[in-house]
T-cell receptor, first 113, second 114 residues
Framework: TQLLEQSPQFLSIQEGENLTVYCNSS?????LQWYRQEPGEGPVLLVT?????EVKKLKRLTFQFGDARKDSSLHITAAQPGDTGLYLC?????????????FGKGTLLTVNP | NAGVMQNPRHLVRRRGQEARLRCSPM?????VYWYRQLPEEGLKFMVY????????ESGMPKERFSAEFPKEGPSILRIQQVVRGDSAAYFC????????????FGPGTRLTVT
């Protein structure tokens, strides 16, 4: 079973601060997705990265896929209270299945006003 | 364009009862996936279905759990004789193609077994 380790598990910051959360694995993934999940709701897809070294930006969010496609990071600039939520990374098993997502346990981010 | 719909959003069952969870995929999506999120755990893949076919049920417990996606109507995840350990959030996702990169999730059903 391939594992995705996310760190930190919890993060509480003040509005306006920058932050980075990480998603690491010992295995290679064909693609990696980042989701945000709010309490009582389902995960909402933020971005998909597929190429080693790829960087994608979504407003104040910057996503990077490691060169070896084993890790990824999410950087948020000038965090806002609306960024509060559980950030999940998920990868697809490159060992044959291209549909089965493996999820990390997530980073619970709280942005205080 | 409606997203993935799940009902009920909350379901309470006593031990030994049956739970039926429904999922209507996004319009144009014929691939459905079920995931389970246990407290303090990440989402775990359970089963992948296409219309009238179970493609991969490797993540689903062998006993008491079953899933279907009929030609007409929603996909259904059925749990028979529920136990306390079945309490979890169950999420359905759908995609237009069988790819992990295009799965869109519903709001989930929170099952509580008392």
């Amino acid at each position: 079973t391939q594992l995705l380790e996310q760190s930190p598990q919890f993060l509480s910051i003040q509005e306006g601060e920058n932050l980075t959360v990480y998603c690491n694995s010992s295995s290679v993934f064909s693609s990696l997705q980042w989701y945000r999940q709010e309490p009582g709701e389902g995960p909402v897809l933020l971005v998909t990265v597929v190429t080693g070294g790829e960087v994608k930006k979504l407003k104040r969010l910057t996503f990077q896929f490691g060169d070896a496609r084993k890790d990824s990071s999410l950087h948020i600039t000038a965090a806002q209270p609306g960024d509060t939520g559980l950030y999940l990374c998920a990868g697809d098993n490159s060992g044959g299945s291209n549909y089965k997502l493996t999820f990390g346990k997530g980073t619970l981010l709280t942005v205080n006003p | 364009n409606a997203g993935v719909m799940q009902n009920p959003r909350h379901l309470v069952r006593r031990r030994g009862q049956e739970a039926r969870l429904r999922c209507s995929p996004m319009k144009g999506h014929s691939h459905v996936y079920w995931y389970r999120q246990l407290p303090e755990e990440g989402l775990k893949f359970m089963v992948y279905l296409q219309k009238e076919n179970i493609i991969d049920e490797s993540g689903m417990p062998k006993e008491r759990f079953s899933a279907e996606f009929p030609k007409e109507g929603p996909s259904i995840l059925r749990i028979q004789q529920v136990v306390r350990g079945d309490s979890a959030a169950y999420f359905c996702a759908s995609s237009p193609h069988p790819r992990a990169t295009e799965q869109y999730f519903g709001p989930g059903t929170r099952l509580t077994v008392t």
